[in-house]
């Protein structure tokens, strides 16, 4: 370990409620953050809104807080200008897989380098416990005022058919293990999700942690011999029925860790560079605009399929 | 018209999918090489294919940059645009017509909108007509127009066997055939349409060969069977170099040329066309000093297709934030899905610009069709106070140099720019000089490259503008809730209060830093008693409409408003104060400039001449609406020429 995890830290109150889920991925972010050395400077975690969404001011790299459901095509927006960055996306369940759900499909067909850590407690918490889009059908937390009558979203599902390449899940109480899928969330190049499955003290009363600590099984832990890796395009569609197959067997069961490493794909980073010589050198963000104020190019000399010599 | 002063009127109409696009782009060209300057418009339904569409052009020895009604020459390809244009060609015109459709009944015309089919035969009966083109051509003939009927399908067959290839695969010459036969009848030399084609088809023998005999098959045609008109004197513009763009394209251009790396979109007319023309200069060559200067070989332009509108300003805004120079394009419908990013961009100092090719609302409303009906909704778009700048641009070249001028205000003063432009301009085509992008400096403001030490993005600044260094240069926290200098989110009354004022110390700053006369031009005797107030692209019709005016001794002056925020406000109240009548107009039924005027100023504009059929505006729809004011005061004329 190059830094110490403590250098992350920020000197701002975190004013998540005692006991919430959010503590736990705090923690294993700095550890991670540290342990693989980023340089806060080219670091940037970028939050839509809610709760969990809070976290850049509690970490000490740049942080961007946009608006309820958009940190991707934010985060997607800084990335694809300086490919250097190490991008990050913290959102929330109501964020990333409600108002923000066309944005979470789009990066999976992108595949841009980034790491998307999903806060998910089932509840929107910062309005005061109104159902999240992963709460099962018929559970009443105890701000509703009637059961959910609308089905849940399983977002490693949704992952895996939008083309995500690393897909894991974890669980905020186990920040040791979680820390370790968040770094290799991060290694990964493409666009990554981790699912944090994060008890809420204060609002979710159905799914507390006894109820996840029943249901959870770590599936390197159950199938030793389970390899998440595609090496090749055509692999990925049999690991996803294998995937299936093994963990999805008994809906009682939740199966955590590493379920998908795709390193069969280009980054969109690698894509464009493809259509754009020189993408990766000079990337929109870094590259020169003009000579001292003068323009770069002459529209006659560039334009010529609209010139006409009259 | 007179021997030296060339002004010619021309409309080619058929079906969607029909070659009216190519046809329109090989008239302004053609009329370009006989050194005329050019101004087309295209009508077209929301549509892919059998619609009617249609394009009306403009060719002058000076300068062409509008249009009007009635035209000199007339080509109707197929038997729903006689119809619809039988009353659109002036005294002593050409019409030139399929004959080949000669019986076909208005009923048999399926993609004709029947309110149309009733209006015309209800006209065509009254004057004890049938409902066939042969009718409508009678009724053509009865107003002293020209009618030349040519033989569209006998002439293919002569193209075909000339060229040695079968009628069907010569079938898309039908529109060259038209526009040849206008021609020759107008006194065009061939070789004119021939290095049209040449130019406008490059690189595609196979498509070059059959129009070319084509040409040459109608001429003999007109010649044997009419008379080729007396060639035209030449035009001042012969032998030099020269673009035909459409607005669409000359923004593109101006963009790049401007210094912007990345822009974002999502597919929608009239906006889309804009994204792609940029896409297919996505890397381009640099001029040699910046290759020895800067090490550049290749300059690269990241265009992204995003999944919604909302995507797109969000990718524009994190990209900005990363050190891009950006815009995004689109209209009024995605406008409206980016305005909470509108928001979160002022409170953000991002610089960002948007362009909004503005087309007929309400709502998907007529997505082709023409209007200046989000004014407002740019004025005020964004929750919260949000302050922004508002640009209008009026005609190719502006809309060039506008897009320069947008990206150097955003970075200048890192706040959303929104540049107002609008399907007549994105839809028509204008010969212009090569634009020469130095006459606007790049700039971007208060950038840092480097900071060392600590860093505040939102320090708070006299001009209410803090150095501005990108992610990855400062390490910093950017925020959409209210944030102390460092960008730490607060609710502390005092520093609340703070920060917001710095946003006001940066609208004076934009007030003190654009100056009056960027905002606005005038033109015209700036003594003349009648004042016209219009924005955009009514500026064409309205200077076409001011010299027909001086014509009959009515002398005018024209204030265009160029920047809505900051507004002109001591230029436009002085050329208030010396006016006796002052005329607003535009495209929109609230009066949306009338609106910000009173707002701004505190001054009516008491006469409004105002269109929302969605079609272009005409230089004679102002300078009846003009007269009609001047003789009768009204206080509204609603225009509405054009099919």
């Keep these: ?310 | 018209m007179s021997q030296d002063r060339v002004d010619l009127g021309l409309i080619i109409g058929g079906p969607q999918g029909g070659g009216i696009e190519s046809a329109g782009q090989i008239a302004v060209r053609t009329l370009m090489s006989k050194g005329y300057d050019v101004y087309g418009t295209r009508e077209y339904h929301s549509n892919i294919t059998g619609a009617h569409s249609y394009f009306n052009l403009r060719a002058r020895s000076d300068i062409a940059r509008s249009v009007r009604l009635p035209v000199d020459f007339l080509i109707a390809l197929d038997a729903e645009s006689v119809f619809t244009h039988m009353d659109d060609v002036k005294e002593n015109g050409f019409f030139v017509y399929d004959s080949g459709t000669s019986g076909t009944k208005i009923d048999k015309i399926a993609p004709m909108p029947k309110p149309l089919k009733v209006r015309v035969k209800d006209k065509l009966s009254k004057l004890g007509l049938g409902d066939t083109v042969a009718d409508a051509i009678k009724y053509v003939e009865s107003k002293n127009v020209k009618v030349v009927g040519v033989p569209i399908k006998e002439l293919l067959k002569e193209t075909a066997k000339r060229s040695g290839l079968s009628v069907v695969s010569v079938a898309r010459v039908a529109n060259t055939i038209g526009l040849a036969a206008a021609f020759a009848l107008i006194g065009i030399e061939k070789e004119h349409i021939e290095k049209a084609i040449n130019l406008y088809f490059a690189g595609k023998e196979k498509v070059i060969k059959p129009n070319v005999v084509a040409v040459e098959t109608t001429y003999e045609y007109i010649k044997d069977n009419f008379k080729l008109g007396n060639p035209l004197p030449n035009g001042p513009y012969q032998g030099r170099l020269r673009m035909v763009v459409n607005g669409n394209d000359v923004v593109a251009m101006g963009k790049i040329a401007g210094g912007l790396t990345l822009q974002t979109y999502y597919p929608i007319t009239p906006a889309a066309d804009e994204a792609l023309y940029m896409e297919g200069y996505r890397v381009v060559e640099p001029i040699e000093e910046a290759k020895k200067r800067l090490g550049l070989d290749k300059i690269g332009t990241l265009v992204i297709q995003t999944e919604d509108e909302i995507s797109a300003i969000g990718m524009a805004i994190g990209a900005a934030l990363a050190g891009a120079r950006v815009a995004t394009t689109t209209s009024g419908p995605g406008f409206s899905l980016m305005n909470e990013m509108v928001s979160m961009a002022v409170i953000m100092e991002v610089p960002i610009v948007i362009t909004i090719w503005q087309r007929a609302g309400p709502s998907t409303g007529m997505a082709t069709r023409n209007g200046q009906q989000d004014l407002l909704i740019s004025m005020f778009s964004g929750h919260g106070d949000t302050p922004k700048i508002v640009l209008a641009s009026g005609d190719h070249e502006e809309a060039f140099y506008d897009s320069i001028r947008a990206l150097n205000w955003a970075e200048k003063f890192q706040t959303p720019v929104i540049h107002l432009v609008d399907k007549m301009l994105s839809g028509s085509l204008k010969s212009i000089d090569p634009p020469d992008p130095t006459k606007v400096k790049i700039e971007r403001g208060k950038l840092l490259r480097k900071v060392d030490g600590e860093y505040k993005r939102f320090l708070i600044t006299d001009d209410g503008i803090s150095p501005r260094a990108p992610l990855g240069v400062a390490k910093q926290m950017i925020s959409s809730l209210v944030h102390d200098e460092y960008g730490m989110v607060t609710e502390d009354p005092v520093l609340r209060n703070q920060m917001t004022e710095k946003m006001l110390r940066k609208i004076e700053t934009i007030e003190k830093e654009i100056p009056e006369s960027e905002r606005y031009s005038l033109y015209g005797d700036p003594d003349a008693d009648v004042l016209l107030i219009s924005w955009g692209t009514n500026k064409g019709p309205i200077l076409d409409a001011m010299e027909r005016l001086s014509r009959d001794g009515i002398k005018v002056k024209f204030f265009q408003i160029r920047t809505f925020k900051p507004f002109p406000a001591k230029a436009l109240n002085e050329a208030m104060d010396n006016s006796k009548v002052i005329i607003g107009i535009e495209s929109n039924i609230l009066e949306q400039m009338r609106l910000i005027t009173r707002m701004t100023i505190l001054r009516d504009i008491p006469h409004m001449i105002v269109k929302y059929t969605g079609r272009t505006m005409y230089e004679q729809e102002i300078y009846f609406g003009v007269k009609e004011i001047l003789e009768k005061g009204s206080r509204k004329v609603v225009v509405s020429d054009g099919a």
């Design chain 1, 1 to 310: 370990m190059v830094r110490n995890w403590i250098e992350y830290r920020t000197d701002a109150w975190v004013q998540w409620c005692p006991g919430c889920g959010n503590f736990g991925i705090l923690t294993a972010v700095y550890k991670a953050f540290a342990e693989l050395d980023l340089d806060p400077k080219e670091t940037v975690v970028v939050s839509g809104i809610g709760c969990s969404s809070r976290i850049p001011y509690y970490i000490n790299v740049s942080g961007v807080h946009t608006l309820h459901g958009r940190p991707i095509p934010v985060a997607t927006g800084i990335k694809l200008a300086n490919p250097r960055l190490t991008v990050v996306v913290h959102s929330g369940d109501g964020d990333l897989l409600g108002i923000g759900m066309a944005h979470f499909v789009a990066l999976g067909r992108r595949n841009v380098d980034l790491t998307v850590i999903l806060h998910d407690n089932a509840v929107y918490g910062l309005t005061k416990g109104q159902a999240g889009p992963t709460l099962p059908a018929w559970f009443r937390t105890k701000a509703l005022r009637a059961p959910n009558y609308q089905d849940a979203v399983e977002p490693v599902l949704i992952a895996l058919a939008s083309g995500y390449t690393f897909i894991a899940r974890a669980y905020a109480y186990h920040a040791e293990r979680l820390k370790e899928i968040i770094k290799e969330a991060i290694k990964h190049k493409g666009s990554s999700l981790v699912q944090v499955l994060q008890p809420c003290p204060t609002y979710n009363n159905v799914m507390t942690p006894k109820w996840y600590e029943e249901r959870i099984f770590y599936v390197d832990e159950k199938y030793p011999d389970y390899d998440p890796t595609v090496k090749a395009p055509e692999e990925r569609d049999r690991k996803i029925a294998e995937i299936l197959d093994k963990f999805y067997k008994d809906p009682n069961k939740i199966p955590l860790g590493i379920l998908l490493r795709d390193v069969s794909k280009d980054t969109f980073e690698e894509r464009i560079e493809k259509i754009i010589p020189g993408y990766l050198k000079n990337p929109p963000g870094l590259r020169p605009t003009d000579l001292d104020g003068k323009s770069l190019i002459k529209p006659e000399e560039v334009f010529r399929d609209r010139l006409v010599k009259a």
